[in-house]
């Protein structure tokens, strides 16, 4: 099940055929925090913002998986430095933009649907 699809998704939440894709006032806390713990790619995640705690590391190597007309999903613990030289530390799963057409390069925002990729 995708996060923002069917019955049980927040689409006025996450909808990537709209831009921006994540609207989070318009869906409580709770419900959002819910509908991220379902996330099958662990692509979105979440914090407190009043949380000085770190977000737990995940121990275990490095995975990568191709996801067939989708996203590169990298496992595992990564830091990511952007084009600005901004650095980001990632854990657990993160979704690799393979069709080029995402907004939020170098992370996927779900334009390969839309966009037709094929591998």
């Known amino acids: ?8 998704g927040l689409l006025d939440v996450f909808n990537p055929m709209e831009k921006p894709w994540i609207k989070p006032n318009a869906a409580s806390t709770e419900r959002i925090i819910e509908q991220i713990t379902k996330c099958p790619s662990g692509a979105l995640s979440f914090y407190y913002n009043e949380d000085a705690n770190p977000p737990e590391e995940v121990v275990t190597n490095t ?3 191709v996801m067939e007309n989708g996203p590169l999903l990298v496992y595992g613990n990564l830091t990511v430095t952007h084009k600005n030289g901004e650095i980001e530390n990632k854990n657990k799963v993160t979704a690799f933009c393979r069709c080029g057409q995402s907004s939020n390069k170098p992370y996927c925002d779900g334009s390969h ?7």
């Open 113 to 119: 649907i839309t966009s037709g990729f094929q591998e």
């Open 63 to 65: 995975k990568v998986e």
């Open 1 to 8: 099940m995708e996060t923002w699809k069917g019955k049980d």
